[in-house]
């Protein structure tokens, strides 16, 4: 922060001040031991404060020309409780300055943490949110998509048909808006999210989902439940959300595994497809859901990995530590 002017004008003016102190200071030892004042003696002690006006550039020079004074001022026989001002500054003043001058570093490297931390914060909370809105986005049309072609499919030959697929795709447009309103909400301070975060407690609505978008998935749960930390309920949930997703996309089965095992510190969860793969169109470039998978498992502390199984399928699997 800048100093006003005003104070930078008291800080140069202080020397004089110092001399006229001495100078009283003098005046004093005069009257009490009867001895006058002299033009040298008044001299020097002006000379030795005004030697200190060096020290905002040159504070070693500035000090040692003040000693020389007093030294000088010593020789002459001149009494010595004048000078102790200007010796106490002048032996004082470059500590001082040093002291400033290493407070002001650890201003600026200071504020220079504080830019680069709120510019990371600020960096991991766009990746944050990106990759929420990526996984709610890239499900709800998945399932929009898998239905609308279903209806497409069947409008000639089985209209009875036609409804439940519509009213899939209305079922998950409305779910796909209120977890994006949910997402915008969090980034206003004053504005409480519109819904809880989902964890696995909410896995079952993943299921319903899937099956109305004709993959049938066998959820198996391994141990006791347990109530997880809200980051490794939702990191966990997103994860299977997002391979249910690929597996509509990118897989021609129609069945899917769900494992979910609680141990004692840590939660796993893995879904895997018979396969096999479909053929990616034409132009088609891979995206970042299985790079995101990895991410959202180690912002949590926790391992993913994604692979075919070696058999035709695809296989994710998740590790949180608690």
């Not at 002017?5 to 005046?27: D, M």
């Not at 949930?237 to 997703?245: F, G, N, S, V, W």
Request: charged fraction near 20%.
């Amino acid at each position: 922060m800048e100093q006003p002017e005003r104070w930078h004008g008291r800080r140069r003016g202080w020397p004089l001040g110092l001399a006229l102190i001495q100078v009283f200071i003098a005046l004093a030892v005069s009257g009490v031991r009867q001895v006058p004042v002299t033009a040298v003696q008044l001299g020097l002690l002006v000379a030795g404060p005004l030697a200190l006006v060096l020290l905002r550039r040159w504070p070693v020079v500035a000090s040692t020309v003040t000693g020389l004074v007093n030294v000088a001022y010593l020789l002459l026989g001149l009494p010595f409780p004048p000078i102790i001002p200007s010796t106490v500054v002048a032996i004082a003043s470059p500590f001082a300055r040093a002291r400033r001058e290493a407070y002001r570093r650890y201003q600026a490297e200071e504020r220079r943490r504080r830019s680069e931390q709120e510019k990371r914060q600020a960096a991991d909370e766009r990746v944050r949110i990106a990759r929420e809105l990526h996984d709610v986005l890239a499900h709800s049309l998945s399932l929009i998509n898998v239905r609308a072609s279903v209806a497409l499919e069947v409008m000639d030959v089985q209209p009875q048909e036609i409804r439940p697929a519509l009213q899939a795709i209305k079922e998950a447009s409305r779910d796909g808006l209120a977890e994006v309103r949910s997402v915008l909400a969090s980034l206003r301070s004053d504005e409480a999210p519109r819904s809880p975060n989902p964890d696995l407690s909410r896995v079952d609505d993943l299921i319903e989902q899937a099956g109305a978008a004709g993959l049938k998935v066998e959820v198996e749960t391994l141990g006791p439940r347990q109530t997880l930390p809200a980051t490794v309920g939702l990191s966990a949930y997103r994860i299977i959300q997002e391979a249910l997703t690929n597996v509509m996309r990118h897989s021609s089965a129609r069945t899917a595994t769900l494992v979910v095992q609680y141990a004692d510190r840590a939660v796993t969860v893995g879904v895997a497809d018979p396969g096999p793969a479909s053929p990616k169109p034409d132009g088609h470039e891979g995206g970042r859901g299985l790079i995101g998978i990895q991410e959202r498992a180690a912002s949590v502390g926790g391992l993913a990995t994604a692979q075919p199984d070696g058999r035709g399928g695809f296989e994710v699997m998740a590790v949180f530590p608690l």
